[in-house]
């Protein structure tokens, strides 16, 4: 069993920056993929960004290449998404997700088994 809290969230103006973080409970956490996606008003869950187990491997959706860093620490059973240059349109609910299995990270919802309860973005313009 994984859990996942996610801090970090917050109020901030178009153009600033803030950097979420995902803690995650469980005994060996480099055997884990792990995702960030987000989930706006009225519309589906998305993809943001992923990692692979070792953090050699990440993706980014194209909205969010260049302005997005995911990155993660294993040592300390956690993972950063790093986000600037913010929009009023990436306003939304991030969750991070971890997969089942050490596979490389996807941007399918699917394929991750463990969710975080999510921490609330506001961009204002």
């Known amino acids: 069993q994984v859990q996942l809290v996610e801090s970090g969230g917050g109020l901030v103006q178009a153009g600033g920056s803030l950097r979420l973080s995902c803690a995650a409970s469980?005994?060996?956490?480099?055997?884990?993929?792990m995702g960030w996606f987000r989930q706006a008003p009225g519309k589906e869950r998305e993809f943001v960004a992923g990692i692979s187990w070792s953090g050699l491997s990440t993706s980014y959706a194209d909205s969010m290449k260049g302005r997005f860093t995911i990155s993660r620490d294993n040592a300390k059973n956690t993972i950063y998404l790093q986000m600037n240059s913010l929009k009023p349109e990436d306003t939304a609910v991030y969750y991070c997700?971890?997969?089942?299995?050490?596979?490389?990270?996807?941007?399918?919802?699917?394929?991750?088994?463990?969710w975080g309860q999510g921490t609330q973005v506001t961009v204002s313009s």
């Open positions: 469980v005994r060996t956490f480099s055997g884990y993929a």
């Open positions: 997700a971890a997969r089942s299995t050490s596979a490389s990270e996807t941007p399918f919802v699917r394929d991750y088994a463990y």
